[in-house]
């Protein structure tokens, strides 16, 4: 599948006047799909390893278990996005915005989420050791048995709304 084919099921799914985009199991892994309206979409178990998601509206997408590690995903909009499972690695989520994403045992090890916005977001047994978290808003955000192990933390607005030194 490349851009011209996500675009174009895109303006179909606007003609029909549909909520939603089914890209479930897709392979789109390396595509640019950077700035394009992918919100509500079907994704679950997608491909879309080092894809270039830059500033894309994900918000309330279905992203269950799908394979995000190393994906370019600065300034997406991933609000109320379902990525339980989902592999994110590596990602670069820099000015993400997160807010009430559920990222329940989601796999973030490794990923830049400075200044990301993920108030109120769901990281229950989520990996996010050695992730980079400066500056991220994590403002009654649910951390219950994630593993923080190595992360960066500088200047975080924690859960309880104090900041991380």
Request: glycine share 6%; aromatic share 4%.
């Amino acid at each position: 599948m490349t851009r011209e084919d996500v675009e174009r099921l895109i303006a179909e799914r606007q003609a029909r006047g549909a909520l939603e985009l089914y890209l479930k199991g897709t392979d789109l892994a390396g595509l640019d799909l950077s700035g394009l309206d992918l919100h509500n979409a079907r994704l679950r178990q997608a491909k879309l390893h080092a894809a270039d998601l830059h500033e894309t509206n994900l918000s309330g997408a279905d992203l269950v278990e799908a394979d995000l590690s190393l994906c370019d995903l600065r300034k997406a909009d991933l609000y109320q996005a379902n990525l339980t499972g989902a592999d994110l690695s590596g990602a670069n989520l820099t000015f993400a915005h997160l807010a009430q994403a559920n990222c329940t045992a989601a796999l973030i090890c490794e990923a830049n989420l400075t200044f990301a916005d993920a108030r109120r977001a769901n990281f229950t047994l989520a990996d996010l050791g050695r992730s980079n978290l400066r500056e991220a808003r994590l403002n009654n955000a649910i951390l219950d048995q994630a593993d923080l192990t190595g992360a960066k933390l500088q200047g975080t607005v924690m859960p309880n709304g104090s900041k991380h030194e």
